[in-house]
Every structure is written in C-alpha cells, then in structure tokens.
C-alpha cells in the first residue's frame, strides 16, 4: 500500500511561485509513476504533470507547460512541482497520485493511490 501526503499549498499572488510537496510511504518513489493532478471548484480533476517511475518527467496540461516543473527526490521519498507565474485559473485544490512502475499518464484511471490534496489559491 501507498500513502501520499501533500503540502505546500497556500494563497499566494498572482504572479508568484510555489513548490507543492507529496510525501510517499510504503514504496520507494523509484518504483512508483508519479502525478499531479488538480481540481477546481464545479469542476472536474485535471491533469497537471507526470514522472516516470524511472524519472523521466511525463507529460505537462497546456495550461501549465512552461511555468510547472516536476521533479522528484529519492532520498527523501518525495514528489515535487514548482509552479511559477500564477494565475487566478491556477486556483485549484492540487493532488498528488502514484501507480507502481505505470507509465505516466494523464488519465486519473492510471493511478490507483491518491492523497488527500493541498489547496492552492492565487490571487489577482
């Protein structure tokens, strides 16, 4: 079993930066395809970014590409994406997803592990 924390979420500026966190237990992240996925309100989970198993950074959503990086540290167990140049639509509760050695997909079905989100405001 998997377990995945998030954090590092908050209200911030638009215009600003923030490096969202993701904490795994009970595998190692080099096993694991990783990826973060957001919602907003009245609206349905999205894609964001995706690394592979093997580190190999995945996919990047249009409406991040260029401003996200994803990134990942072994030692720590631990997924990352550095967001910059915020935007109001960026505004999104941010989840963090894993699935063992998958390839990184864009779709939520790829991913069987899930945690429980950290909320990301942007202000205009």
């Known amino acids: 079993q998997v377990q995945l924390v998030e954090s590092g979420g908050g209200l911030v500026q638009a215009g600003g930066s923030l490096r969202l966190s993701c904490a795994a237990s009970?595998?190692?992240?080099?096993?694991?395809?990783m990826g973060w996925f957001r919602q907003a309100p009245g609206k349905e989970r999205e894609f964001v970014a995706a690394?592979?198993?093997?580190?190999?950074?995945?996919n990047y959503a249009d409406s991040v590409k260029g401003r996200a990086t994803i990134s990942r540290d072994i030692a720590k167990n631990t997924l990352y994406l550095e967001l910059n140049s915020l935007k109001p639509e960026d505004t999104a509760a941010y989840y963090c997803?894993?699935?063992?050695?998958?390839?990184?997909?864009?779709?939520?079905?790829?991913?069987?592990?899930w945690g429980q989100g950290t909320q990301v405001t942007v202000s205009s």
């Open positions: 997803a894993a699935a063992f050695l998958g390839r990184a997909g864009t779709s939520q079905d790829s991913y069987p592990y």
């Open positions: 690394i592979t198993w093997s580190g190999i950074p995945g």
């Open positions: 009970g595998r190692a992240i080099s096993t694991l395809t």
